[in-house]
């Protein structure tokens, strides 16, 4: 009876195929692979570029951050606050051309730090301090202005707008 094909006698185990190696993978994975690292080498560079671009930024927080903490000293304070017009001016000619920013004094000064500031706070509120500390020979702020002040320009310092994010 093992000459019947119908036989159940004469039934295999089914046979499975080998599975599909990872290795080597298609070409399509060879190009997306290249493709990612591509993208991943051009974001890299574009966070290089922007970290260069906004170290100035950095540098003058650090600064602000010094002048700050001179100016908790009394004795010291007159002298930080004084140098606070100079940090913004040289800030602005970081991030700004010259031709645009080193004529700009009183309140087109004040207007252009609005514009390009986050809020509007010096050509109404802080702005005629900044004009005593640049060119009074004894600017005298209260401590209540002084760190308000600090505050604005910090502020500033940290979210102004420059030209390549406007």
């Known amino acids: 009876?093992?000459?019947?094909?119908?036989?159940?006698?004469?039934?295999?185990?089914i046979v499975v195929p080998d599975p599909v190696p990872w290795w080597p993978p298609a070409p399509v994975w060879y190009f997306l692979g290249l493709l990612a690292l591509l993208g991943l080498?051009?974001?890299?560079?574009?966070?290089?570029?922007?970290?260069?671009?906004?170290?100035?930024?950095?540098?003058?927080?650090?600064?602000?951050?010094?002048?700050q903490n001179a100016a908790k000293d009394y004795s010291q304070?007159?002298?930080?606050?004084?140098e606070l017009p100079v940090l913004l001016k040289r800030t602005a000619l970081a991030a700004w051309p010259r031709e645009r920013v080193a004529a700009l004094t009183g309140a087109d000064w004040w207007t252009f730090l609005d514009q390009k500031g986050s809020s509007p706070v010096f050509a109404k509120i802080h702005g005629a301090a900044l004009q005593r500390l640049a060119y009074s020979?004894?600017?005298?702020?209260?401590?209540?202005?002084?760190?308000d002040l600090l505050r604005a320009v910090r502020k500033w310092i940290r979210n102004h707008r420059t030209p390549s994010t406007l």
Do not use: C, F
């Open 77 to 82: 304070r007159q002298g930080a606050l004084v």
């Open 137 to 147: 020979p004894n600017p005298d702020l209260s401590s209540k202005e002084a760190k």
């Open 41 to 67: 080498g051009w974001l890299l560079l574009a966070w290089r570029r922007r970290r260069i671009a906004q170290r100035y930024r950095h540098l003058a927080l650090q600064e602000l951050a010094q002048l």
């Open 1 to 13: 009876m093992t000459d019947d094909p119908t036989s159940l006698t004469n039934l295999h185990d």
